[in-house]
């Protein structure tokens, strides 16, 4: 967001709380948190200087289909022994290859967990 005083200076600064008549942020070239009051529908700061805010446009992501999500089977059977094992990647060896089904047929439950 960006704050806009009186005199012509901007900040950009990170929403830390917001309620509907109070905002708590953090201005990005300062550790110091700034405390803004809504009265009468303007934003104030704790010196009741009368600010602008801006809040920041979000632009629509891309749209992303089912493929961008799917991994290798080989990374999918490590993940699973992983779970299946309740173990973490660096306390064990490198699951076993797991070899596909022809592409018209599906992989038994077995050789999915595997």
Not at 3 to 20: F, M, W
Not at 46 to 54: K, N
Not at 64 to 71: G, M
Request: charged share 25%; glycine share 2%.
């Amino acid at each position: 967001m960006t704050i806009k005083y009186q005199n012509g200076q901007t900040a950009e600064a990170v929403i830390l709380s917001r309620t509907d008549t109070a905002m708590r942020v953090i201005l990005r070239s300062s550790d110091d948190v700034l405390a803004l009051s809504l009265l009468s529908g303007t934003w104030v700061t704790e010196d009741c200087e009368p600010v602008a805010i801006e809040f920041a446009v979000r632009h629509t992501a891309e749209v992303l289909n089912e493929e961008d999500f799917i991994c290798s089977k080989d990374l999918a059977a490590h993940l699973i022994h992983l779970l299946l094992t309740d173990s973490s990647e660096d306390e064990i060896e490198p699951a076993p290859e797991v070899h596909a089904a022809a592409p018209d047929r599906k992989l038994s439950a077995a050789a999915r967990i595997a």
